[in-house]
């Protein structure tokens, strides 16, 4: 999943993160160590923020989607965000290897290509997760078909 802020997170802090954030992605390779040090510690404590339904929709209805999603398929889920909350991508893999998974499959809700994080971030996780567990298999279930995307779209529509 992606992730989002929490309603409820210091908008002060909220701001300097982004702003950090912008510089480290977007300037110079010469980034004071300070302020990457800080930048990373106002990304664990939006990670860390307690969620709930109302001060964080998105994560409360992406917990809501993995149980459908576990039921449906019959397989366990562990949901892994690229952003904003915990457990990381990484963590999630980390996770499933801990219960024991010896072959994980990921899958991400990001349906079309041109994506940063489907086409990019995910793959990195998968990369150094690999490289720390080789024995595990690691597959990731993207990108999806445009035909499967608009037939799924075209039977939402038709439902409406």
């Known amino acids: 999943m ?25 300037g110079s ?9 800080k930048h990373d510690e106002l990304e664990d404590k939006i990670r860390q923020w307690p969620r709930t339904t ?35 991508v990484d963590e999630a893999l980390e996770q499933a290897v801990e219960l024991g998974a010896d072959d994980i499959i990921v899958i991400t809700p990001m349906m079309t290509q041109g994506g940063e994080h489907s086409e990019d971030d995910i ?15 690691i597959r990731y279930a993207w990108p999806f078909s445009r035909t499967a995307v608009a037939s799924f779209l075209a039977e939402h529509l038709s439902d409406h």
């Open 29 to 37: 390779p010469g980034f004071p160590q300070a302020m990457r040090q």
């Open 123 to 137: 793959p990195q996780s998968i990369v150094r997760v690999r490289e720390r567990h080789p024995h595990v298999s």
């Open 54 to 88: 109302e001060n964080d929709p998105f994560w409360y209805a992406s917990h809501q989607l993995a149980v459908e999603l576990s039921k449906i398929s019959g397989h366990d889920v562990i949901v892994g965000f690229n952003e904003f909350c915990r457990p990381s």
């Open 2 to 26: 992606h992730g989002a802020p929490p309603k409820d997170y210091p908008p002060s802090d909220l701001m300097e993160f982004f702003t950090l954030h912008m510089a480290l992605e977007h």
